[in-house]
């Protein structure tokens, strides 16, 4: 029986799971960019990228001219591991962010912690969203 469940028209339901491709196999591309949540509060922007099983050795976190670059190093290591699904395997991959003047690029900071690299964007305090005034109306 297999894990992924998936209603097929097309076949017979007196088929046994167990004959039927459902786990949509697509052919192997290791460079594929890991999920990404871009979050935005009042003082920075946060990106988080789903990367498991990796170091914080492992990724290359460059700015050069307000293009923020993240890269994973080329893993030489080889599995030994019998996988009949492996999709959260990243062997290598780049992305590049070209960051709006509101970002303080003196202060941003990476983590890699529980299989997610995190990169902090702090705004500059001229960006930082200003609290509530009331203004009176006077007569």
Do not use: C
């Amino acid at each position: 029986m297999n894990l992924i469940k998936k209603h097929s028209n097309f076949s017979p339901f007196i088929f046994d799971d167990f004959f039927r491709n459902t786990w949509d196999i697509l052919p192997t591309n290791k460079t594929v960019s890991p999920a990404t949540n871009i979050i935005e509060n009042d003082k920075e922007f946060i990106l988080e990228f789903s990367i498991p099983g990796k170091d914080n050795l492992d990724f290359e976190v460059e700015l050069d001219n307000r293009i923020l670059s993240l890269s994973l190093k080329k893993s030489d290591s080889v599995s030994h591991d019998n996988y009949m699904l492996h999709q959260f395997n990243f062997s290598s991959f780049n992305k590049s962010y070209e960051l709006p003047i509101s970002i303080d690029l003196n202060k941003i900071e990476s983590f890699y912690r529980n299989g997610i690299l995190k990169v902090i964007l702090p705004k500059r305090k001229e960006y930082h969203k200003q609290a509530k005034k009331i203004i009176s109306v006077k007569k």
